[in-house]
């Protein structure tokens, strides 16, 4: 099933995730936007980083998950935060 | 730090992308000066951010129809609609050790020029964060920032006129929401310098170019044969290539 939701980071940027679930937990994750991300190429390690966590996970697991693939990878974000990706991606599956 | 300038010139944009990095490659190993560069596209074109779907995005399809380019930038922020005779963009490559360390700071450092430049033209303008220069309280220019081991990328339009009808056509909004309100609230947010007096492309380009220059140490100069053929490379194996543009 894909779930989808978008929404603007208050004084940030616009983000947008695109959440494929079986029902249990999520399959993929694409997070797409008008934000800023270094390095890069390491936004794929956040999405990768959600596979196999539960739909049930809360804000707060989900933005532990992000937050660690940040802190791990050295990523550095303007516009959005852990917290608005891990909003972004509960908002979509409780459509 | 002696910078080289290369002045304004058109090409697609394919190769205003594929030259941006290999300007930060080759920066980083030292093969390529500190380089600022100024262009237009030609074709006109429309180009994403970073982290965009181009088909969430553009209207590939009116693109096509209208002969004008749609490409993926390497740097974050939104969907630009590039007119060929509607904006200057610049960019500029050189070692992040020469501009503040924390990237909303170097993001004001670098737009210092483009309200420096104009202020030469009599327009006030000031730094809008994250990454915008805002006239009369409405967007006049916006710049992208990427950096890479210790090299550091900043491009950005400079509006000289708007064509709000054709960015319509060309972005992905709604035709419901392509009303004359809405036509009209974009009109009241972003703006141009031609909305301030009747300035040539090249005066503006002028301004530019004394603000960019003043206070450094700069050469004009030219592409060397390496960085073309490298360019050419990346123009055609990345930059035009459907896996590239349409990753996200």
């Given amino acids: 099933m894909e779930c989808r939701f978008k929404y603007k980071v208050p004084g940030g940027k616009l983000i947008e995730t695109v959440v494929m679930h079986n029902g249990i937990s999520i399959e993929s994750v694409r997070i797409t936007g008008d ?5 890069e190429e390491k936004l794929e390690a956040i999405e990768k980083s959600l596979t196999g966590s539960r739909i049930g996970s809360t804000e707060e697991e989900l933005c532990a998950v992000i937050a660690g693939v940040v802190s791990k990878e050295g990523i550095e974000m303007i516009g959005i935060s852990p917290e608005a990706i891990a909003r972004a991606i509960k908002s979509a599956v409780s459509k | 730090m002696k910078w080289r300038i290369v002045g304004l010139e058109a090409h697609d944009a394919y190769f205003n992308m594929a030259i941006d990095e290999v300007l930060l490659e080759r920066v980083k190993d030292r093969l390529s000066p500190p380089t600022i ?9 429309v180009s994403i951010g970073r982290f965009q779907s181009m088909e969430e995005e553009v209207n590939v399809e009116r693109c096509r129809e209208l002969g004008v380019d749609y490409v993926r930038r390497i740097t974050g922020g939104g969907a630009v609609y590039h007119d060929g005779r509607g904006e200057i ?9 020469e501009f503040p360390k924390g990237i909303r700071e170097s993001y004001m450092e670098i737009c210092k020029p483009i309200i420096e430049g104009l202020r030469l033209l ?3 303008s000031e730094f809008a964060p994250i990454n915008d220069i805002v006239a009369n ?3 006049i220019s916006g710049n992208a920032q990427t950096r890479r081991e210790g090299v550091l990328l900043q491009h950005g339009t400079i509006l000289y006129s708007l064509d709000i009808q054709k960015m319509f056509s060309l972005l992905n909004v709604s035709k419901e929401k392509i009303s004359d309100k809405m036509i009209k609230n974009v009109e009241e947010r972003v703006t141009s310098v031609s909305a301030f007096g009747n300035f040539s492309l090249n005066r503006l380009y002028g301004a530019l170019l004394e603000s960019f220059m003043k206070n450094r140490e700069c050469e004009f100069g ?5 960085e073309l053929e490298l360019t050419e490379k990346l123009r055609i194996g990345i930059y035009g290539t459907r896996k590239w543009n349409f990753s996200r």
């Fill in chain 2, 137 to 139: 309280g409405k967007k």
């Fill in chain 2, 37 to 45: 560069r100024f262009y237009r596209w030609s074709p006109s074109a």
């Fill in chain 2, 222 to 226: 030219m592409w060397s044969r390496d």
């Fill in chain 2, 122 to 124: 009599g327009i006030d």
């Fill in chain 1, 35 to 39: 934000f800023f991300l270094y390095p």
């Fill in chain 2, 89 to 97: 963009t610049y960019s500029l490559i050189g070692p992040e050790s």
